[in-house]
């Protein structure tokens, strides 16, 4: 049974920063382009970053330049460090495969909230 567990989120002021971590278990994982996403209230789920089977990331325009995310193989785990942080950036964040890739997900996990006061 596949299963995708999202931590590290919370409240942070404007400017400031967190460090997302996702488990991914009862799968494999080398293979996958993995990506993190993010839905705010009424907003539909958006890419915020990927990262393919090589370690090359792609972003966002919303994040270039103040979200990194990286991979480790051996772990089964995502990571997005999300730096400059804005209240623009409140949301749930979710792990996933890369959608622009794979057509068949894993099933998403509950997620962990990012909120950011200004």
């Known amino acids: 049974q596949v299963q995708v567990v999202e931590s590290g989120g919370g409240l942070v002021q404007t400017g400031g920063s967190l460090r997302l971590s996702c488990v991914v278990s009862?799968?494999?994982?080398?293979?996958?382009?993995m990506a993190w996403y993010r839905q705010a209230p009424g907003n539909q789920r958006e890419l915020v970053a990927g990262?393919?089977?090589?370690?090359?990331?792609t972003y966002a325009d919303s994040v270039k330049g103040r979200f990194t995310i990286s991979r480790a193989n051996t772990r089964k785990t995502v990571s997005l460090q999300m730096d400059s942080l804005k209240p623009e950036d409140t949301a749930v964040y979710f792990c996933?495969?890369?959608?622009?890739?794979?057509?068949?997900?894993?099933?998403w996990g509950q997620g962990t909230q990012v909120t950011v006061s200004s």
């Open positions: 009862g799968s494999s994982f080398t293979g996958n382009h």
């Open positions: 990262i393919d089977v090589r370690n090359n990331p």
């Open positions: 996933n495969k890369d959608r622009r890739v794979h057509s068949a997900l894993f099933p």
